[in-house]
């Protein structure tokens, strides 16, 4: 990188995504350009790019945005792992060494699931994840414990295009564990589906399980819901909430979610979930981020005044 630092231009043509998620990234959540020459607008340094890399790579595995700031923030990154290659790395191991996990700060339990993943036990990840999930309830348990690991075994299959295994196992176990939370008997007036295409749904199981905690009960389409089939599915079950959850900008179109808000009778709430979608959305529609905010979202719009 020059000696001046870079522009906002090029910057997001490194990270390919817009200038305006730039801004946004800066004005909410800090985000922004350290270098300043008076008379010119500021550049962004070397440490600038490595957080803004941070940022968008956690975004685009389904972390909430503000969480990824978060994490984003701590670049350059503690001494017990390295941003190397393109991955978490303990102790700075070269791309593709070790089998191991590395979550940067993490709890005891969230390192537990991490090392019975890499021994592929998925009955000790269940024991894990169960006695967890008991002691914090689902969203600690999800943001404690879940979410690091998995995002911990994203940026090494990022960096060494192994141990796809490992996620489809720790994924399996995640599913199971938030599918036993009990659910509420009740009418379900709160509609989930992944957008057209978007196969990627863990996000929303955690969302269907923690408002069971909550005594809201859910009706969960799963992955790949063809608008037209939503449509019918909101027609037949008269949901006063639908949650559409997108973790890519490819299954991100806003058209799944007008078509849902011109039905002649569209939900009260319509909700747009994870990082797929654009920065703009209709002016009908609801962004949720973080899975408590979410919970308490919904659990507000369905509860009796």
Known sequence: MADEGLTAGAVARRLGVAVTTLRTWHQRYGLG?????PGHHRRYNTEDLDRLEVMRRLTNQGVAPAEAAAWARRTPPPAEFAFVGGGFLGGGAPAGGGHTIALGPATPAARG????????????????LETVVAEQGVIGAWSDVMMPVLIGIGERYHATKRFIEVEHLVSRAVTEVLGAIPRPGDTARVLLAAADEEQHTLPLEALAAALAEAGVPTRFLGPRVPPPALAEAIAR????VVVVWSQLPSTGDPGQLILISDLPHPPLMIAAAGPGWPGHLPAAVLRLSALDQAVETVRVAVTPA
């Open 33 to 37: 350009p350290s270098e300043h020459v």
């Open 113 to 128: 699931l991490a090392r019975a993943a890499m021994r592929l036990d998925a009955g000790a990840m269940r024991d894990i």
């Open 237 to 240: 079950t008269g949901p006063a």
